[in-house]
């Protein structure tokens, strides 16, 4: 991926709170190579208290100063990532080398606490989730799976606003059923990658943790666990 990438054209509204992360190359450096499996999540890793991000995980596409950083609680006695917003974007990512050929098998956990009001990943003046899973390819595209607050599972957007980044949105998970639980989600992203993009994906470069509240102007609130690949 490029160290420093450019707008072609200046972005809708909702690319801009939107737009992922893809712009990552110049915010994330490091990465952890691939095998039977690989292993995303690290937040044992970290005390309980706001998330360095300095390190591992970083913001992206900028650094930009949130109303509540993210951090690491304890749920029962499991450390957690959690992640809440008022009327803003929230995206952290981890720079990773993930052949989806080897490890195609997406797997994760996430418990959504507040969904953003009238959130719908159809409408981009709404396009706001309470949670969003973003895998970046090499050749600057990406997948990413959603908790939607209206559009039901299955439904797929193809948002545009930057030429230099193709991103898919995927629902997985849609209303308040499970809403305060944790709901594990799989995914087969080689699949995936093939169906939406008709093509042979390249190497994973970013996995990236989001959730949306600025089209909406309302807030959210989810915690993440496990994050991880698996051959199968």
């Known amino acids: 991926m490029e160290r420093y990438l450019r707008r072609r054209r200046a972005p809708t509204r909702s690319a801009a709170s939107g737009a992922l992360a893809v712009l990552l190359a110049a915010a994330l450096v490091g990465g952890a190579g691939a095998g039977a499996g690989v292993r995303v999540d690290n937040w044992d890793s970290y005390p309980a208290g706001p998330l360095d991000l300095a390190s591992v995980w970083r913001p992206y596409p900028s650094a930009p100063a949130f109303k509540h950083a993210p951090a690491i609680v304890l749920d029962g006695a499991r450390p957690v990532l959690s992640l809440r917003t008022e009327n803003e974007p929230m995206r952290i990512g981890r720079a990773i080398t993930i052949d989806p050929r080897q490890t195609p ?21 709404r396009n706001d989730q309470a949670g969003r899973v973003m895998v ?30 193709q991103r898919a949105l995927i629902v997985v998970r849609s209303g308040t059923e499970r809403l305060g639980q944790w709901d594990r989600q799989r995914r087969n992203v080689y699949a995936d990658y093939r169906r939406v ?13 989001e959730t949306h509240s600025n089209d909406t102007h309302t807030r959210t609130a989810v915690l993440f666990g496990g994050v991880r690949f698996d051959a199968r």
Do not use: H
């Not at 993009?197 to 943790?209: A, N, Q, S, T």
């Open 105 to 125: 098998w997406l797997t994760w956990e996430w418990k959504a606490l507040v969904l953003p009001e009238g959130g719908d990943v159809r409408n981009t003046r």
């Open 197 to 209: 993009f008709d093509e042979e994906p390249r190497e994973i470069k970013l996995v990236g943790l």
């Open 136 to 165: 970046v390819f090499a050749g600057m595209k990406g997948l990413a799976y959603v908790w939607d607050t209206t559009a039901p599972v299955g439904v797929e957007s193809r948002p545009d606003g930057f030429d230099i980044f």
